[in-house]
């Protein structure tokens, strides 16, 4: 299984910006970040197969950005223009399998997942 370490959350005002990293070990076939607030289902926020396929939720596409360093087998999301509902528990996920382009953003094609990391934003 696939070893995730999630790190670069914090708070923020609204408006302002924030990196998020997850450090993985092991093959990885997809990769991508999911959320999770309060009283809600966790949802995907970007994600990226073999491809280079990257996903975006529609929620934030436009403000958020996914990246990856193969040679640090290091995955980014640089958040622009954070609102308050991006406040949430955001969680780095990976599977070896390679997913198609239309299920990368379902949570339950995964099976390895970090600690998450806490993202709040301020109005």
């Known amino acids: 299984q696939v070893q995730l370490v999630e790190s670069g959350g914090g708070s923020v005002q609204a408006g302002g910006s924030l990196r998020l990293s997850c450090a993985a070990s092991?093959?990885?076939?997809?990769k991508g970040w999911f959320r999770q607030a309060p009283g809600k289902e966790r949802e995907g926020v970007s994600a990226?197969?073999?491809?280079?396929?990257?996903q975006y939720a529609r929620s934030v596409k436009g403000r958020f950005t996914l990246s990856q360093d193969n040679a640090k087998n290091t995955l980014y999301l640089e958040m622009n223009g954070l609102k308050p509902e991006d406040t949430a528990m955001y969680y780095c996920?990976?599977?070896?399998?390679?997913?198609?382009?239309?299920?990368?953003?379902?949570?339950?094609?995964?099976?390895?997942w970090g600690q998450g990391t806490q993202v709040t934003v301020s109005s």
């Open positions: 996920a990976a599977d070896r399998r390679a997913l198609a382009w239309w299920s990368l953003l379902i949570p339950s094609n995964y099976n390895s």
């Open positions: 092991g093959y990885i076939g997809s």
């Open positions: 990226i197969g073999n491809s280079d396929n990257i």
